[in-house]
Nanobody
Framework: QVQLVESGGGLVQAGGSLRLSCAASGRTFNSYTMGWFRQAPGKEREFVAAVSRSGGNTRYADSVKGRFTISRDNAKNTMYLEMNSLKPEDTAVYHC????????????????????WGQGTQVTVSS
């Protein structure tokens, strides 16, 4: 099993930046595909970005492509989401998620395919 804890959320003005972190417990962090999802009030949880076990493959939602960057440091058991040019519509609770896989380059964009979730961190972008 893996436990996930997000940090780095906050209040920022439109056009600003934030860096989210997701710290994972355990010794097998590099066995997991990792992802970021977000959920705004009254909306379903949606995919934001995903990174493969090795970090060599990434995937982004169209709404964040070119503004957000996902990365991971397997030596530190940590995943990151660098968010630039933030917009009010980026306001949501951001969750990190993990899915164990044997494939080094696999990425997963579907909510139901992830097995482990963090509690989330609030990101609020003011206009």
């Amino acid at each position: 099993q893996v436990q996930l804890v997000e940090s780095g959320g906050g209040l920022v003005q439109a056009g600003g930046s934030l860096r989210l972190s997701c710290a994972a417990s355990g010794r097998t962090f590099n066995s997991y595909t990792m992802g970021w999802f977000r959920q705004a009030p009254g909306k379903e949880r949606e995919f934001v970005a995903a990174v493969s076990r090795s970090g060599g493959n990434t995937r982004y939602a169209d709404s964040v492509k070119g503004r957000f960057t996902i990365s991971r440091d397997n030596a530190k058991n940590t995943m990151y989401l660098e968010m630039n040019s933030l917009k009010p519509e980026d306001t949501a609770v951001y969750h990190c998620a993990a899915r164990r896989t044997m494939y080094a380059l696999a990425v997963t964009t579907t909510v139901n395919e992830y097995n482990y979730w963090g509690q989330g961190t609030q990101v609020t972008v003011s206009s």
